[in-house]
């Protein structure tokens, strides 16, 4: 499996960014798909997270209401739409596919991983 994350770049507070994730390898829609994020100087964490049929989707508390996941299985391709940013969203985000096709929090339980896209979001 391999993921490819797109879409990063340098956005101005209160700004979006859609990042992308492509899947290629096996079959997309038997994965859960996750996204996180790593600021520097600090641990990875999770951001969101969709799970095979895009229905049910889950959000850390800190982008509730402001990122939206989501997934198109016809483009094996997951999404993360971020709205109202702000500069403390600066980091590396990373997609991730879980196997088990589960909303996961721990990024242990993720399988592969994608090799991250820079955010930059500036005040």
């Known amino acids: 499996v391999q993921l490819q994350a797109s879409g990063g770049g340098l956005v101005q507070a209160g700004g979006s960014l859609r990042l992308s994730c492509g899947f290629s390898g096996r079959t997309f829609s038997l994965y859960g798909m996750g996204w996180f994020r790593q600021a520097p100087g600090k641990e990875r964490e999770f951001v969101a997270a969709v799970t095979r049929s895009g229905i049910n989707t889950y959000y850390a508390d800190s982008v509730k209401g402001r990122f939206t996941v989501s997934r198109d299985n016809a483009k094996n391709t997951a999404y993360l739409q971020m709205s109202s940013l702000r500069p403390e969203d600066t980091a590396v985000y990373y997609c991730?596919?879980?196997?088990?096709?589960?909303?996961?929090?721990?990024?242990?339980?993720?399988?592969?991983w994608g090799q991250g896209t820079q955010v930059t979001v500036s005040s």
């Open positions: 991730a596919a879980d196997f088990l096709g589960r909303l996961m929090v721990d990024q242990e339980e993720y399988d592969y």
